[in-house]
């Protein structure tokens, strides 16, 4: 009775690891148990991982992995806002710790910052009401226009 083999595994859609058990090595497919991905994995007697990058006859790499899916492009934009965002508050972390008013000064800059987006706000609102106005105006008259050549 052969004894089974488990292979570490990373999964290629949400590229957690996950361990895969097998009696014999070769081609198996494997469902991720964090995302439910079903991929075909070649096992042996190390778990190989498919190859990312080779080198085509001109010397340019080539790249041999599927492109992201809209599931991994969203992740890494969520991964990449999360950064953006631990950055930002770092930064103010270090700003309070740094100034004894450093409250004030945010509660301030923020306050500027909400008052300056409400005027632009209002100024495009009003500027699009106008462009409506006039479209609408020009749409009946052309209305009237067609109506009356009959």
């Not at 806002?81 to 004894?100: C, P, V």
């Amino acid at each position: 009775m052969p004894s089974e083999m488990k292979y570490k595994v990373i999964c290629n859609q949400c590229h957690k690891p996950f361990i895969a058990e097998t009696d014999k090595p070769g081609k198996a497919k494997y469902r991720c148990p964090n995302c439910g991905h079903v991929m075909t994995c070649l096992l042996g007697n190390e778990a190989v991982t498919p190859p990312v990058n080779r080198t085509a006859g001109n010397g340019a790499a080539v790249n041999n992995a599927a492109k992201p899916t809209a599931r991994q492009r969203a992740a890494a934009t969520g991964k990449t806002l999360y950064n953006a965002a631990q950055r930002s508050s770092d930064a103010i972390g270090k700003f309070r710790k740094s100034n004894d008013n450093a409250d004030l000064w945010l509660f301030f800059g923020f306050s500027l910052l909400f008052v300056v987006i409400v005027i632009a706000g209002l100024i495009v609102g009003a500027e699009l009401a106008k462009l409506i106005a006039t479209g609408k105006s020009w749409l009946f008259r052309l209305y009237l226009d067609i109506i009356h050549s009959f």
